[in-house]
């Protein structure tokens, strides 16, 4: 074991010179949620797992083809983050031998599934300080694009990703993965090995069949069986390196808790979300919303679908004593949204609530694995771009060749029409104006928009099963330019829908059926604000 004074040395060094360190604060990870269903308890007995990429982050799709490599062939490896211009160019750091075989692959700030059904969400967790290593070839997106390359299962994705990382050196802040198969919902996550190694730390355990499991900026990961490997697997160092910086002690006969020994402790901004999940989803267990300790996966209620999955990214805690519709913090019309603020809290106070679905939410998917249809069909990714309480989820299936140009286009510093992303975050921020009414007309638009594409889906999945039986080439064909006038018919009504909002709220008024009508602000506010209470001098 190293000695007191060597842990001390590797704590002071770690701290040292580590630019990226900088540029997070390791108590404050905050973006993404995540969650799992496994297949029993699914409504069509698909798995499924989520993501919303909450922050200034890449918002384009690509779509990477698979494709045959000569022998010898080598992959490039990049870091630094997401595709094209919301984030600093990736640099190439090395190479590793590649396959002769690579799958097709969605790309985008952080690729999500890939033709063979494999899935995967995330959300970044930070982990100790002293675990960070910047001399590591790969970071998270780096890991996640060759796995989906590569993986026909999840657990083949898991063990790419920590062969990788341990062999090659893992370069980024702890994060955690929810990875899925058509049969299999599993959590990953991963650290850094500490300054004097290049490797990585990482453990896996399987949502257990007939639960659902969520993760929300905070490890979730707790005791490792890895004598059940149905459920659990780690790196092979997973209790050498507690054990060697101090954070574990197995002679004290305590048992070894992955993220005690690697995580930060909780705080109430993860927690909150993920109780909010399972009170959707399993109310029946009242979770209590202030205790921390969350349980790792629960039974849901009643078996959930895609569209209560969606419905949970789009929550911000209405009903609840969080609402966050409710308070002066809210506006005259009930604004969920809670913009950054430089003023701290003062310690043992909570902030402004921090809901599952987020203002500055680059895009979500609802990502579907079913063993029912061939891998092409049965993968769905539900793509909603931009703010999902304010926008539209689209069907992509696995197999697709292409998207719409509008979903390859725009970047923040312009406004562009031809983006699909400047359409959704349009609607969204026109909504802030007088939120608790556009709010009605934008869900009316998206519920319209979900049930034509969930009353089409098995008319097209029987159309498109019986081509693969006779061609696949055709079926695939067929499902991308499904997916691709779908897509794109949506964008144009939501250009439509920001363009009618405008009329009709424009000035203050409700303009529609009738203009210049005026609602003017909530009694109950102008109560709050103190609306003609100033004495007039005399």
Not at 2 to 26: C, N
Not at 184 to 212: L, Q, T, Y
Request: net charge negative.
């Amino acid at each position: 074991m190293r000695s007191a004074l060597l842990v001390f040395i590797i704590v002071f060094i770690s701290t040292l010179g580590v630019k990226a360190q900088e540029k997070l604060d390791w108590k404050n990870i905050d973006n993404c949620t995540s969650v799992l269903v496994t297949k029993t308890v699914s409504t069509d007995g698909s798995v499924m797992t989520t993501h919303s990429v909450d922050g200034n982050y890449e918002f384009r799709i690509g779509i990477i083809p698979g494709k045959m490599n000569p022998e010898g062939a080598m992959r490039d490896v990049y870091k630094g983050g997401g595709r094209g211009r919301e984030r600093t160019q990736a640099r190439k750091v090395g190479q590793i031998p590649e396959l002769r075989q690579t799958f097709r692959r969605f790309d985008s700030s952080y690729p999500f599934m890939n033709e063979k059904q494999v899935a995967i969400g995330e959300t970044t967790i930070g982990g100790k300080r002293d675990l960070y290593n910047d001399e590591g070839m790969f970071d998270i997106m780096a890991l996640e694009r060759i796995a989906l390359e590569r993986a026909s299962t999840a657990r083949e994705a898991i063990r790419i990703m920590g062969k990788l990382a341990t062999t090659y050196g893992y370069s980024d802040y702890g994060e955690c993965l929810t990875v899925i198969d058509k049969n299999e919902a599993w959590m990953f996550e991963i650290f850094g090995p500490g300054p004097f190694e290049v490797s990585a730390v990482w453990a896996a355990r399987r949502i257990p069949e007939g639960e659902i499991g969520v993760s929300a900026n905070r490890s979730r990961i707790t005791t490792l069986d890895l004598d059940d490997k149905d459920h659990y697997m780690a790196s092979e160092n997973v209790f050498t390196v507690a054990e060697e910086m101090g954070w574990w002690d197995p002679e004290s006969g305590g048992e070894f808790i992955f993220n005690k020994a690697y995580a930060n402790p909780p705080r109430l901004y993860n927690t909150l979300r993920e109780w909010r999940v399972f009170s959707i989803l399993a109310p029946s267990l009242k979770l209590d919303p202030f205790n921390m300790d969350i349980p790792f996966s629960v039974k849901p209620d009643a078996k959930v679908s895609p569209r209560d999955l969606m419905r949970i990214h789009r929550d911000y805690y209405q009903g609840t004593e969080f609402d966050m519709t409710k308070g002066l913090a809210a506006g005259p019309f009930g604004s969920p949204n809670r913009w950054s603020t430089r003023t701290r809290v003062p310690e043992g106070n909570m902030g402004w609530a921090r809901s599952i679905s987020i203002f500055r939410c680059s895009y979500c998917v609802v990502l579907q694995c079913r063993e029912n249809y061939p891998d092409w069909i049965g993968g769905i990714a539900w793509f909603a771009e931009d703010d999902p309480k304010t926008s539209c989820f689209v069907p992509f299936y696995s197999g697709i060749t292409e998207v719409p140009e509008s979903f390859k286009n725009g970047g923040r510093d312009k406004f562009e029409r031809d983006s699909a992303f400047w359409a959704f975050n349009f609607v969204a921020n026109w909504a802030e104006i007088k939120f608790s009414y556009m709010i009605e007309d934008i869900k009316k638009a998206y519920t319209a928009f979900e049930d034509g594409f969930f009353n089409l889906q098995p008319i097209v999945e029987k159309r498109a099963l019986e081509m693969y039986n006779e061609m696949p080439e055709l079926a695939l064909e067929y499902i991308t330019d499904y997916s691709c006038t779908m897509a794109q018919r949506t964008v144009d009504e939501w250009w439509k829908l920001g363009d009618y909002l405008v009329a009709k709220y424009s000035d203050g008024y409700i303009n529609l059926p009738r203009t210049g009508h005026t609602v003017g602000y909530p009694e109950e506010w102008l109560k709050e604000v103190g609306y003609g209470t100033k004495k007039i001098r005399k």
